[in-house]
């Protein structure tokens, strides 16, 4: 049948919908006071005179309104925007308004749509000229700031604080600063420059958020939602979403400075043959490994992308041997080239490298620590602004994969001279913290042509959308204690990143500096590393306890266990922009005792971490509304919202605050009995952990190998609750902890009755049926699926006749 003109056009339009088109537009009205450019629901007002910028919502609920006026630098003098004096619409996308400066000097405001919630203001002086621009907006007495890249300060709430974002290198290295921030207000703000930039948040003036940078227009971008979490996704949906792993990137990665027999050894002891003995050494230890990488020493010079014959004699056979072992290896890189690399003479010939100022090309003597770090200011980088550069580092990058890695690791990216001249007539100081999202670009291009998506980028740098073109990141340098420059500050960074597009974050267990790093922080960091999606460490385990290295074994396969929660979580990620570990404010925002909590997250909505920063045994830890269960002992619960006093023991250290909320569902993929949620006989199955909602229903969607599954859970009905899953290939094996204590008096799957074993043992041993572990509460379920969709009842005999309770 032919389709309707309707029909044909509203297929079209919901097609580019589901390609990820949006359609968006601007709306201007005036009247005598103010100019409103309506896009969506938000709502963009400029008031006449005095100018004055306001976001609202369309029922004209304000969000952000400007303090001051904005103020361009001329000359010496700032001179703010007086008055806005008309506007017209160009087109559906551009609003020009003519505006006045206060010296009665010229400027127009370009108002774009940014997406369909969201709004970019760019804001230029007639004449030009403006060397530098700032702005103050109002702070809402009941207002917190989150964002900026990734924070150093110890904070992951940032009012009441005031800071420079200037990446640098260092111990921490700061290598990730964004002009971006979002609101409990539910609005995001960017200022788009790529230099220094400078915020207060509250500090010199509680009411006000300031910030000001050297920049030669004003260049703004405001977005709304009805929460942070739909106003960071709806921040994302223009700026990139985060692009999703691959599913082995969720085992432990390892890797090494130096010969790992030698502890501290220096960076020129490492050997290719050193990964095959580490590879196997962890084995033998019965440790999960999925990944590691190759540090400087890989390639004949910084940065040739050819082998170095010392070594690896056959790089491309070792590459292929640990593959063989299922480990897969990146190599380290840097977004440079010097006068060693045989690359050299082209990139100056050509043009391809940051310039100095007087135009010279020389790369000089490069110094490097004994730690393989550069020493000194270099004029060496990739002008990667460039797209010729950028297309010949990428055949350089295409000849290292002919070697079959991997993936890479991206070290440095944050060190580009406020002097140097790039493409384009670019300086270094305005273009200093973006260069990273150009260096992402051009490795994640490279990975994506050969790999497709099987393929793991690390790096070390990011900026603003720089979510879009790698697949993880790391912090960087750090030191192996308690420190404010170890552990702590990793934890805050992490967090802060949460905000910005970047939910795939992984940390150096046990820091960098300092080999072996004490075994207090080690284990500490561990317990943290664990519950991030990529858990990492080059501190071998064999360097420390036995009683360490059985706490470790767990971690790592707890983490590798986790593997189809953090591939459902990923899945969320790339299609929302949410971050895989969540500051509690981000799915708690109603509840304003979660907006200051800075050292707690939850893995989704499942479990709640909060990570021991220091050498005490002990912490205060706060627990929002529900019901939450304590990993180590499930029979312990607390009803939030509630803050607690954790303390398992003056000597314990294999057990930190970890918390499961009622109405969990967390899928698990179990080859052995380390972590207790299974045992050999699990392999091949999804096992299904449930904490179930007393009277309620829960629910949870699994993208793992196949998907998506829905699996939902319901108590509502008295003395029954059921588990019921989409249709799926996948044999399941329940895991349901009994929060009442009592035994079930019968388990039907698809309506009909399984048998019940007598031990854990006969039931582990195979077939469907069902086993209760009196003890632990636990309901043991094993259903074979044949492809449709199933279900699970679980039935107690009533109140008042049981027999069956403990």
Known sequence: MKKSWFAQAWWLVAGLMSAGHVWAGITLTESPHDFRCANGETVLIIEREPWRLRIATAHDETRVADADAPALKIGDAWVALAR?????????????????????????????????????????????????????????PMEEIYGFGEMWNGHVAQRGQAFDLWDIGGTPDECAYMPYYVSTRNYAFLLNYGGRVHFDVGQRRADQLTYEAPAGELDLTFVAGDSIATTVRHFLTEAGLPQRPPRWTFQPWFWLMADPSQPGAKIDTLKGEHFIEMVDKLHAMGLPIGATWFEPPWQDARSSFKPNPAFSADLKGLIAQLRAKGVRSLAWTVPYTTDKASNWKEAVAKGYLAQKPDGDTSGGDVKITASGELEGKYY????????AAAKWWEAQIDRALDLGLAGFKLDAGQDLPEDARLFGGREGRDVHNSYALEFNKVFFEALQKRLGDDFLMVPRAAWVGSGAYTNFKWPGDLAGSFANNGLPSSVYSSLSLAFCGLPFLSTDIGGFENQPAPEDAWLRWAQFGAMLPGMQTLHMPWWYSEEAQTHFRYLAWLHTDLTPLWMSLAHEAAATGAPVCRPLVWSFQDDMATWRVDDEFTVGTSLLVAPMLNMNPDRKVYLPAGRWFDFWDENESYQGPVTIDWFKGWFVKDKFPLFVREGAIIPMEIANDVTGFGTA??????????????????????HDTEGPVRITTDARQANAFVVGWDATKRNHLLRIHDADAHRPVSVTADGAKLAAFDTLAAFQAGGEGWFYDATKRNIWVR??????????????APAATTEDKR
């Open 681 to 702: 006989a699990s392999k091949g199955y999804v096992t299904l952990a449930i904490w179930p909602k007393a009277g309620g229903q829960s629910e949870f969607v699994l």
């Open 84 to 140: 806005a004096d008309s506007a017209k619409a160009e087109s559906a996308d551009v609003v020009r308004v003519a505006a006045s400066l206060a010296n009665g000097a010229r400027a127009t405001a370009e108002v774009r749509p940014y997406g369909a919630n969201g709004f970019r203001v760019i804001v230029r002086a007639a004449d030009g000229g403006v060397t530098g621009v700032r702005g103050a907006t109002m702070l809402h």
């Open 783 to 796: 259903k074979h699926n044949s492809g449709a969709a199933g279900a699970v009842s679980l039935t107690w």
């Open 380 to 387: 060496n980088a990739i002008d990667f602004f460039n797209p």
